[in-house]
């Protein structure tokens, strides 16, 4: 029974696969057929007044050079005019003052850099920063605060970038006392 349903679907692909070939391969020959003799007997010429070669308009052609107008040519709007400066007079030389170099400087964390520690089956470093109510614990690489990226905890200290600026900081580790006892 298996093997009459195999037959069945073998003959129903190789009929489908005869009918694609039958009609993607049976059109290359010509359905209408033209008489080229009648054609050809009965030449139409065109009428040139001057069969003549244009080399004046040619050469012209070749010798124009673009010359910009200031203006996009891909575009409709005219560009606007040229503003009009009144004369100045004599001009009278102006040192410009020296420029003033700004650094950019990167703002502070606003957590404080507490303590470090290492996970036992890891060997990336894990940063424990406080704000004074919760406590952040942040491995190397990570996103704190949606602000600043953590590059590299250290025994003293942890550097860190401002995501939106790119600039980088460094904090430092700031020990706790013991609590004062009473």
């Known amino acids: 029974m298996k093997q009459k349903k195999q037959l069945a679907v ?20 010509p359905i209408v ?18 069969p003549q070669l244009h080399t004046y308009g040619v050469a012209k052609a070749r ?5 910009s107008g200031r203006r996009n040519i891909f575009s ?9 400066q009144p004369d100045p007079g004599p001009k009278v030389p102006v040192v410009p003052p020296p ?11 606003p957590v404080k850099f507490f303590g470090f520690g290492t ?8 940063a424990f920063l406080t704000d004074g109510e919760n406590v952040y614990v942040v491995a190397e690489g990570e996103i704190l605060l949606n602000r600043f990226r953590i590059l590299k905890i250290g025994n003293a200290n942890l550097e860190y970038e401002e995501v939106s ?7 430092i580790l700031e020990e706790q006392g013991a609590p004062p006892s009473a």
Do not use: M
Not at 99 to 109: F, G, H, M
Not at 119 to 126: D, E, I, L, M
């Open 10 to 29: 073998l003959a129903a692909l190789l009929l489908t696969a005869g009918v694609i070939w039958f009609l993607y391969f049976d059109f290359d020959k």
């Open 33 to 50: 057929t033209v008489d080229a003799g009648a054609a050809a007997q009965n030449p139409q010429l065109l009428s040139v007044e001057n």
């Open 76 to 84: 409709r709007e005219l560009p606007p005019p040229p503003p009009i």
């Open 119 to 126: 996970v036992p089956n890891g060997t990336s470093r894990r």
């Open 63 to 67: 010798n124009t050079e673009y010359k």
């Open 99 to 109: 420029p003033v170099i700004v650094t950019p400087t990167v703002s502070p964390l």
């Open 165 to 171: 600026s790119g600039l980088r900081g460094t904090a």
